[in-house]
């Protein structure tokens, strides 16, 4: 528990007397209560919504533009590429300036974007409120985990592993009901709504977050100076996914040409990162720390997979079987389900090894069932397929970020969150690549059953890094219920 108002000390983790911080009337009354955790959850599903809920209003999208799924796919990457910039981007900025001015920042991007798309009279600018909202939502989940972290400290505790998996399920949670709100809100009040519920959504976590998330510290990290914050390496790292992204969007004529460029800036980054005495990234780290590297390689393959489900599986109900779009995201609800049912079973488990294995296993499962449905299959192996990719969902959203936790460094918790979602957008990026690729302007059933064939070797991948990673049984120790 909190040291008493009256303590001139509060003790710290180590039992050293703590450094001094934000004023006592700024903390919830309770550790890890409700007025701290409201505006972290309402914030922390913001990214994952607008993640999903995009999957089902993509083809009303393209018929208003007169646009198919190779272009419609731009909607998919361009969030997901300001999402893997954005968050190791807001994750050092929450670790240096504070997590509530960038949890409050990213909030007001966010109404920003949803009104940009909601009024967008052109694709182009449809496809620029994606990079906003990228950047906006991706402020959230960092600065939440350093928060958690700052009030781990203050309490004298490690934060419970239970509070980090409401984090979680609130990120699969929305994530989970996002196909169908998205398909509700493009069947009755048209896709525009799809972004303009943003609006509501950024204001409550943002009147949420101002009138409870505790003031930040004062420190000499929190000065921000040019220097501490990288913007060379931010802007490399940028240049660098960027050009990869585009030599992925096209994988159908593949631009050979653009693999110069990305090499090159590969490489500057590598350099500079190496040379500047406060990376944006710590390649250093990273290399000493390899327990923390697999953890987000098993992340990324895993949301490669669940998002190639996700987007191709929803499409190819539209298209191959004849669904509308409601009922296409009422027949992702299984799916939904699972992720998070497992997602609270995950919270309530000791180890990490174990779920890990499972959500492997379920993730090959279920793709061996996409492997075999067709444009006439019943309703029920529709359900199983959808049931069995949301399972692996829930157990790898709250067992990799509790490893994560546990693996990354104390005073960079936010930067290594960050880069846990980085990897997870690139996962997506790389799905939605080859959704273009396998699907051209139509989904078929050929194709979906090539992207099963993908989800059963990566599964299988997956398995093998799990059950060999000794770093996840070590890393289980670290973290409480």
Request: net charge positive; hydrophobic share 55%.
């Amino acid at each position: 528990m909190s040291a008493p108002r009256s303590s001139p000390e509060p003790v710290g983790l180590t039992g050293a007397p703590k450094a001094p911080g934000r004023a006592t009337d700024d903390a919830p009354h309770r550790p890890f209560g409700a007025r701290l955790m409201t505006p972290l959850l309402l914030g922390s599903l913001l990214n994952p919504i607008n993640s999903t809920m995009i999957a089902t209003a993509l083809v009303a999208i393209g018929r208003d533009f007169h646009v198919g799924a190779a272009d419609t796919v731009w909607l998919i990457s361009a969030m997901y590429l300001s999402s893997a910039v954005g968050q190791p981007s807001m994750g050092r900025l929450a670790d240096r300036v504070g997590p509530r001015r960038v949890f409050v920042a990213g909030a007001v991007t966010v109404c920003a974007a949803g009104l940009l798309g909601a009024l967008a009279p052109t694709f182009t600018l449809l496809i620029v409120s994606r990079v906003v909202l990228g950047v906006g939502t991706a402020a959230a989940y960092p600065a939440a985990m350093a928060m958690l972290r700052a009030e781990s400290r203050r309490v004298g505790r490690p934060t419970p592993r239970a509070v980090l998996g409401r984090l979680s399920l609130a990120a699969l949670g929305s994530a989970a009901i996002g196909p169908t709100l998205g398909g509700l809100l493009a069947a009755t009040a048209g896709w525009r709504a799809v972004f303009a519920v943003n609006i509501p959504l950024a204001l409550l976590a943002l009147l949420s977050a101002l009138a409870w998330l505790p003031r930040d510290e004062k420190s000499p990290r929190a000065a921000g100076s040019p220097a501490t914050l990288d913007p060379l390496g931010i802007a490399l790292f940028a240049a660098t996914l960027t050009t990869t992204m585009f030599f992925l969007l096209k994988l159908a004529d593949p631009r050979w040409l653009l693999l110069a460029p990305a090499a090159v800036l590969a490489a500057a980054l590598v350099w500079w990162q190496l040379r500047h005495p406060a990376p944006f990234i710590d390649l250093r780290m990273l290399a000493r720390n390899g327990g923390l590297v697999r953890t987000y390689l098993r992340h990324g393959l895993t949301y490669l997979v669940i998002y190639c489900v996700l987007y191709g599986f929803s499409q190819w109900l539209e298209e191959a079987h004849g669904y509308s779009s409601f009922h296409a995201g009422l027949i992702m609800l299984p799916m939904s389900g699972a992720a998070a049912v497992c997602s609270l079973a995950g919270a309530r488990t000791k180890g990490i090894r174990a779920p890990l294995t499972l959500a492997a296993v379920c993730l090959a499962a279920g793709s061996a069932v996409m492997l075999v449905v067709h444009g006439a299959s019943p309703l029920l192996a529709l359900l199983c397929a959808g049931a069995l990719v949301g399972i692996p969902q829930g157990l790898a959203a709250t067992g990799n970020q509790a490893a994560v936790y546990a693996q990354a460094p104390a005073d960079g918790v936010g930067a290594a969150a960050g880069l846990q979602r980085t990897a997870q957008y690139l996962g997506a990026i790389t799905a939605s690549s080859l959704i273009g690729l396998l699907y051209a302007r139509h989904a078929s059933d050929p194709a979906l059953h090539r992207i099963a064939l993908i989800g059963i070797a990566l599964g299988a991948l997956l398995l093998v890094l799990t059950l060999t990673d000794r770093s996840l049984r070590a890393g289980a120790r670290t973290t409480t219920n």
